[in-house]
C-alpha cells in the first residue's frame, strides 16, 4: 500500500497547488493581467489534472465493484467543474458575475477535493493491488504532462454547454 499513499499523495500535491491559485485569484481584482494569467494557469492545471485523474485513478477504480458509485460520482464533479471553468471563461472578468461565478466554483472545487482527499481515497486504497497502484502512478504522470501541453481555456457559456 505505500505506492497508494505515494499516488494519493501526489494527487493532494496537485490539489494543494489548486488551493493556491484559488487564494491567489481571490486576492485580484477586476480584467487584470494577473487575473487572467492565474485563471489561465488554473484552468490548465484542472483540466490536466481531471483528465490525468481519470485515466489513472477512476478507470482503475470503476473495475471495483465496492467503489464504483464514488468513482462516477467524482467524474460526474469532474464534468461540472469543467463546465464551470467554461462559463467563468464566458464572463467578463471586470465584472460582479464573474466574481460571483467564481466564488460558486471555488466552493464546489473545494468540496470536491476535500470529498476525494477524506472520503474517497482511504475507500480506494482498501481496494488496490500493487499492479493497480504501479500503474496509477505511471499513467498519471505521463497524461498530466501531455494534458497539460494541449489544455486550453475553453469560453462557453453554462446555458451553451452540451449535455
Known sequence: MAQAEAIFARLKEDHDTHRELLDKISETHGDSDERNRLFTELTKELKSHAAAEEQALYSTMLRKPDTTDETRHSVAEHHEIDEMLNDLA???????????????????????IEEEEEDHFPDFAEHLTDEDEQHMKKVFERRKEEEKEEAEVTPEKMEDAKE
Do not use: I
Not at 464566458?90 to 468540496?111: C, N, V
Open 90 to 112: 464566458a464572463t467578463d472578468m471586470s465584472s460582479g458575475a464573474w466574481l460571483q461565478k467564481f466564488k460558486d466554483f471555488e466552493h464546489r472545487y473545494r468540496h470536491h
